[in-house]
C-alpha cells in the first residue's frame, strides 16, 4: 500500500532519530525517536495554523460574529493602502500585518481589546499602528494611566487620536482565526507561525520586522514620558 506524504515525511523523520542516536548512543533511542515526532507533529499543527490563517477574513465589523470565544491564534490583513501609510513594502505572497495569540479567548483579546478606542496602552498592535501613523492620524501619546504616569513604553493615545486610530483599523484591516487544538502549547506554535511569515508588525520572535518600528514606538513612548495634565 502506497503511505500517503505526512506517513512518509514522518517514517523519515524517524530515519534520522535513529541516525543521530547511532552517533550519540548516550541518548536512548527511544527518546530521540519521540523527540522527532513531537517535531513534526507541532510542524503539522503550524501548518493547519497557517492554513486557517490565510482564509476567510472578516471585516473588523463582521468579525465579532466569527471571532471563536476560545484560545487561539489571529492574523491581521492589511489592503494596499495601509501598507502604504504605514511605511511598509506589502510582501508578494499577501502575508499579514501581525499574527498574535489569546491564551484565553480570541473575542476577548481581538475584540475586546485590539478594535476598541481606549484600549492602546493595552495592545501591542494598537501601538504598532499608532507610532508609525503618529504623523498620518496627527496622534499624541500620553500615559497609560495618566493618575499615575509609568511605563511609558506601553503609551495609550489621546482619546480624538485614539478614535482616529480605530476608525483606520476598520476601514483598513481584515482578520482570520485558527483556534487552538489539544496537546500543543499556543506560543510554540505562534512562534512557527511568525518565523515563517515575519509580519512585520511583530516585533518580537520575529528578525525580519519593520526596521522602522522599534524607533517610531520609543518616539511614541517618550512623548507619553514628557505628557502633563
Known amino acids: 500500500m502506497a503511505l500517503t506524504p505526512p506517513v512518509l515525511k514522518l517514517r523519515l523523520v524517524q530515519r534520522v532519530a ?3 542516536g547511532a552517533r550519540n548512543p548516550r541518548t536512548p533511542l527511544h527518546r530521540l525517536i519521540g523527540r522527532a515526532q513531537n517535531r513534526f507533529m507541532l510542524g503539522r499543527v503550524i501548518e493547519m495554523a497557517e492554513f486557517a490563517l490565510r482564509a ?3 471585516s473588523i465589523g463582521d468579525a465579532l460574529d466569527q471571532c471563536p470565544d476560545h484560545p ?4 491581521v ?12 513594502q506589502q510582501p508578494p505572497a499577501d502575508g499579514p500585518l ?14 475586546h481589546t485590539h478594535f476598541q478606542t481606549g484600549k492602546t496602552g493595552s495592545s501591542t498592535l494598537r501601538r504598532s499602528l499608532a507610532a508609525l501613523l503618529r504623523t498620518e492620524l496627527k496622534l499624541q501619546a500620553v500615559p497609560r494611566n495618566t493618575s499615575n504616569p509609568g511605563h511609558f513604553a506601553h503609551f495609550a493615545v489621546a482619546p480624538d487620536g485614539d478614535a482616529r486610530l480605530t ?32 509580519p512585520p508588525l511583530n516585533s518580537a520572535k520575529n528578525p525580519n520586522a519593520a526596521a522602522h518600528l522599534r ?11 514628557l505628557w502633563s495634565p
Do not use: N
Request: aromatic fraction near 12%; hydrophobic fraction near 45%; proline fraction near 1%.
Open 18 to 20: 535513529v541516525d543521530r
Open 72 to 75: 487561539g491564534l489571529y492574523a
Open 77 to 88: 490583513y492589511g489592503t494596499e493602502r495601509a501598507w502604504a501609510e504605514l511605511g511598509l
Open 56 to 58: 476567510p477574513r472578516h
Open 98 to 111: 501581525y499574527v498574535g495569540k489569546a491564551e484565553d479567548s480570541l473575542v476577548l483579546r481581538d475584540m
Open 215 to 225: 524607533l517610531a514606538r520609543k518616539v511614541m513612548a517618550d512623548e507619553a514620558r
Open 167 to 198: 476608525a483606520w483599523m476598520h476601514e483598513r484591516l481584515e482578520i482570520a482565526f485558527w483556534q487552538k487544538v489539544a496537546g500543543y502549547e499556543l506560543a510554540d506554535v505562534e512562534t512557527g507561525v511568525v518565523a515563517h511569515w515575519s
